[in-house]
């Protein structure tokens, strides 16, 4: 009898939906309901540099003997919270630029990464980032014959520290 009672109870609860996790891949990516989000945080920080909302901040210098020119701009918002950090590299042979955004709790949700050379190669990433600043997915884009390994980090988890380091050689030491 008490059986019969727990499957009429079961049997009569309405059924809860679980939304499947669909993982992000090269098909799916541009239409992924967690990549159109972080695609909208990007274009509201955009517009809010445009719109002078977010305060900026920047710094050029040269490092080893003049063979890296590199600038950094921080933009901070009204709580002083960087949604947005660039950073523009070059050497005689080849150039890069990199765009790191943030949310409103400083936690790193995407970064876009150019890279050009003086053999014709341009590479272009998108990498994204959950609301934990994890890594999800990257969409990599290469055009020429390539050149060697190195460039800007994928990801700057501290801007303000990067930002107070940025002219000291020992940041780019790895890469160049």
Known sequence: MMWKSFAILFLGMTPVLVKAVVPINDTNWLNHPEVRQIRSLYAAINVDQKAGTLKPESRACVLYDGAVEITGTTYKDHRRVIRKYTITA???DSMGTVEYYYDSRGVPRFTYKT????????????????????????NHRQEGVGYPQGGLDDVVRNPAAHYAQLCEESILSNRV
């Open 115 to 138: 890279n050009n050379a003086y053999n014709g190669t341009k590479k272009q990433d998108r990498i994204y980032f959950n609301t934990s600043g994890i890594h999800l997915y990257t």
């Open 90 to 92: 070059g050497t005689g």
